[in-house]
Nanobody, 120 residues
Framework: QVQLVESGGGLVQAGGSLRLSCAASGSGFSINTMGWYRQAPGKQRDMVATFTGRGSTNYADSVKGRFTISRDNAKNTVYLQMNNLRPEDTAVYYC??????????????WGRGTQVTVSS
């Protein structure tokens, strides 16, 4: 079973930076896509930044130029560097991944989320 564990959230002032990490654990799995979503109170969960199956990246328009997604394939870990944070970036950030298990069954998993709060 594949599990995702996020870390790195916290409280920061507007204009500050945070770096989120998401590590996938399990055995014999292969990752197709992996990335970050966020959900603010009372709102739907939206894509923030992801790696596609082809290895390219997608960013929400609201974070382009401020956030950067990166990964360490050897560690099955994806990162989200968030710079110039704004109060509207406040949300719970979730990691998501899709791929194949060791038995070639597809999986799709979410992490538990990490809170990011940006004060004005």
């Amino acid at each position: 079973q594949v599990q995702l564990v996020e870390s790195g959230g916290g409280l920061v002032q507007a204009g500050g930076s945070l770096r989120l990490s998401c590590a996938a654990s399990g055995s014999g799995f292969s990752i197709n896509t992996m990335g970050w979503y966020r959900q603010a109170p009372g709102k739907q969960r939206d894509m923030v930044a992801t790696f596609t199956g082809r290895g390219s990246t997608n960013y929400a328009d609201s974070v382009k130029g401020r956030f950067t997604i990166s990964r360490d394939n050897a560690k099955n870990t994806v990162y989200l560097q968030m710079n110039n944070l704004r109060p509207e970036d406040t949300a719970v950030y979730y990691c998501n991944s899709n791929g194949l298990t060791s038995t070639l069954s597809p999986f799709g998993v979410w992490g538990r989320g990490t809170q990011v709060t940006v004060s004005s």
